[in-house]
């Protein structure tokens, strides 16, 4: 008896003891990426993004895996821009030589002959249909899951092909729409273009915003399509981790994920999906001191000062996110539009930008 | 031979360090190379006559302190001198060139021929009016009449908006329509341009405007783009009809802005509340949605964030696009000189994100060092010329610089086909639709706000 009890408190133990060795790692890798953007030390997305997996997989990520596959697709694409031919003349064509590489990896099958002069076909990344939001399984969104089973989504494809981007010393920018993510490039004939890895498509800018899914102020606004920095980039990442966080322990105080937000906000101020978690752990936190005092929300609470001004804050920040342009949109509506550009290609494609292997 | 090179070699490595003190050495941590590296030639320094050929005074070659000393600030001075002269002169160079460029690279003006009088004389009057008491009736007119070198008689051109005006506010009876309120008198308006509107107690009949296909950017005749011809044969074209629309809603006291798109201009306007935007599309008498203008695939989402499309402009705004609108027919009939540049800088100061004026502007840079090449007699072949004239170097760099702001601003060029396609899907049938919900539910509003 004494036995088995001694057996449950240690279980009880050691399980709470992970539990707080896997927050101090959420708080740490917290840190870390802060540090980053407080430029007391070097900015690497690919470092940002290992770390934010690590954290969620408790310290268990391959992260020696990771890296031998990005240095793998890395040299790969290097000796791809070595011999890409383009029908570009600019100036800058190193630069989207470097971009064409980087498409054809994520997304082209390119055929390799080896030194005996076997054919072989490299089989790029495909994009999974299941689970697109990561609601089931969150880990669907990692890069890591997309390395290792090929499949990704619209969240892992763009964040691998900016990690490759930085490998290889090619800048890109990482951009959004609602609930996707999406690259964007300059040069010097074309002006800025949209990369849509999900489909491996160019699409100009239209595709995007006639579509009638995306308010006009959203765009005005800069909650999409704005060409990312770095920092915004990290930033992002920043929300991945509070998000990743609230899965691991879905009762939480909240504290955690309201520092993260407050950080990843400073630097990328106008990132909805880290103002609407902000809002939404407002919302929770001040459901838990509801129910704590009052047990159900009654009149009683608006005379409250404290819970009153709670209250007309969060309200004054959906108002404020509603009015900025953003609308939810359910996941059928997303498939449909995503699946648009496919069906629609001619209307919505950028006919200034092919894909180099088609069109030479 | 060899040592006596060696020495040399010390003394110059010393010297800086024995200035500058040792602080770089303290910031720059370099690791020793360990590798060996095959010598290439480039790695050893050029010791040619300068080393030999000045007579070694160095104050290092005498034991004694303070004669040492005294040499060493001798030199440092004497470097100091030899700087100051070298600034000098090349502060006459460049003073040299610049008086050159400004006499020589100007554009020629074309002030003195015939007419253009009319445009600096319309320029000052578009300036003098002030935000406040901006009509935009005069501001056109004055714009057109400076095309026909002020012969046209603004009595007549005011009557005519005038009789309309008096026409509509009929017709807002006979309907009607709230006189106060806006939606209303800006349906009206719409329902003018675009059906049969007819006064049944006076019989009379107004037949809707239309579009005209033909030159509709003015490139043969400059006064297709005007109001006086849309008056005149009841055609016109994207300048034009919405223009009218301005100027007659100023007449009835309605409010409604110009917006852009690329290649176009059309009509914005909000309900009575103040909650929704409407889009008027006057080359087809349609009420479209923000969707149709973007279907066209030349509004970059960076445009949108810069304003420059589909924003309602404001007076400020209007006034800016208007000025432009005089420049180009300036440059229609004359050419680029230099006033249009005062145009342009006009325009830009009325409003900074004006698209038009970058662009126009970086059309003039274009021409200006076409000009300055021509007269230095530069061309592909010996473009590498141009390194010998700064000022021209300077000209060239503006203009890459004018491009690259309009390219930033989100510009994007549109052919005039790909533009007449466009316009032309306005008649696809989910826009037709479109166009009867918005109308119905207009009319229903302005309905519902006459029983209240």
Redesign the interface.
Known sequence: MIKKKLFILVLFLSISLWSQDQNKLYKDTLEQLNCMLKDSCQLSFKKAVISVENAYYNNRLDTIGFNFEINRLSSFTKSMVDHIKLKYQGRDSLKVKKYAALFSVVIDTIPIADKDGVMYEYIPYTYDFEDIWGLKNWDFMFVSKLLETGKGNCHSLPYLYKILAEEIGADAHLAIAPNHIYVKHQNEID??YNTELTSGIFP???W?????YIH?DA??N?M???ALTDKQSVSMCIIDLAQGYNKIFPDNNGEFVMRACQIALQYYPHYINGRILQAETKKKIFEKEVKKDFDVFTKEVSEDDYLRLQFLEIQHEYVSIHESGYRRMPEKMYLDWLTSLKKERK??ENKKITNPEKSN | MFTKLKTDLKLNTIFPILLLGVFPLLNAQVLPDLTPKTPSTNQFTNYSKNNYGSPVNSALHTTNQKVRNQLLIAEVERNMQEQKLREKQAQTLINDALDSFSKNYSLPSYGNKVGASYYRRAFEKLQNMSSSDFSIKKAIFTIENAFYEETNSYDEFDTTIKQTGDFLREKMTELGYDSQSNLAKIFLLFQFFSDTLQIRSKNVKHLPLTYDFNDYMGKDDWSKMFVKKLLETGKGQCNSLPQLYLILAEEIGAEANLALSPNHSYIKFQDDQKWKWYNVELTNGMLTT??FI????Y????A??N?IY??PLSKKQLQSHLTMNLALGYIQKFGYDEFVNEMISNALTLDPSNAQAYQVKSNYATIKVKYALDKLGIGKENFDEIKKHPMAIQLYKNMIAQYKIV?KL?H?EMPPDEYQRWLASVKEESNKQQNIELKTKLNTKILLNNND
């Open positions: 002006g800025w100009n800018d239209a995007l915003m006639a579509s009638g006009l765009i005005t800069k999409y399509m704005e209307k919505y | 923000d969707a973007l279907q066209s695939g509004v970059k989402a960076e949108l964030q304003k589909m924003h390219d989100g994007q």
